[in-house]
T-cell receptor, first 110, second 114 residues
Framework: AQRVTQPEKLLSVFKGAPVELKCNYSYSGSPELFWYVQYSRQRLQLLLRHISRESIKGFTADLNKGETSFHLKKPFAQEEDSAMYYCALHSGGGADGLTFGKGTHLIIQP | DTGVSQNPRHKITKRGQNVTFRCDPISEHNRLYWYRQTLGQGPEFLTYFQNEAQLEKSRLLSDRFSAERPKGSFSTLEIQRTEQGDSAMYLC????????????FGEGSRLTVL
């Protein structure tokens, strides 16, 4: 069975500080990993996907198959980054939908 | 196109009643998903359609839950004989087949069972 673990329910950092939201997964095949974000009073939306290997809003995430991790990082946090962040796994070619972690609430303090 | 639309946004019902939620996906998307989200949890996959075919329904929570997408456009999720444990946010999402991991979510339908 596939599983996504986000160990931090809440992460609070000061503006300008680096941010790292942790995500570990369990899956026997080759997964596709995603980060979704939900800003206050907005719908859940895709932030980035590992196969794109791009930086979105200053965030990057690298898939580490050895450590089965997909941590989300940003070097300098901004107040508008405050949101709920969900890591998600897709089995890639499988029929199921995404498997989400429980989410991390990121708060950027001024 | 304003994105995925869900209604009603809020539904309060008494235990034992039936409820139905509707989802209108982005028009060119042929995949449609239903998720449930409870407090403090991430979205939990329930079922999905490709066009009108329901390709996965084993993750529906019980036989009280059913979903349809009769013409491959909008979808409905019905919960029969609601229980207090059904109280949750029900999310709909759609995607193109090619971007199956890139889901576009609606704002959700919040169910409260009294």
């Amino acid at each position: 069975a596939q599983r996504v673990t986000q160990p931090e329910k809440l992460l609070s950092v000061f503006k300008g500080a680096p941010v790292e939201l942790k995500c570990n997964y369990s899956y026997s095949g080759s997964p596709e990993l995603f980060w979704y974000v939900q800003y206050s009073r907005q719908r859940l939306q895709l932030l980035l996907r590992h196969i794109s290997r791009e930086s979105i809003k200053g965030f990057t995430a690298d898939l580490n198959k050895g450590e089965t991790s997909f941590h989300l990082k940003k070097p300098f946090a901004q107040e508008e980054d405050s949101a709920m962040y969900y890591c998600a796994l897709h089995s890639g070619g499988g029929a199921d939908g995404l498997t989400f972690g429980k989410g991390t609430h990121l708060i950027i303090q001024p | 196109d304003t994105g995925v639309s869900q209604n009603p946004r809020h539904k309060i019902t008494k235990r034992g009643q039936n409820v139905t939620f509707r989802c209108d996906p982005i028009s060119e998307h042929n995949r449609l998903y239903w998720y449930r989200q409870t407090l403090g949890q991430g979205p939990e996959f329930l079922t999905y359609f490709q066009n009108e075919a329901q390709l996965e329904k084993s993750r529906l929570l019980s036989d009280r839950f059913s979903a349809e997408r009769p013409k491959g456009s909008f979808s409905t999720l019905e919960i029969q004989r609601t229980e207090q444990g059904d109280s949750a946010m029900y999310l709909c999402a759609s995607s193109l087949v090619a971007g199956a991991g890139e889901l576009f979510f609606g704002e959700g339908s919040r169910l409260t069972v009294l």
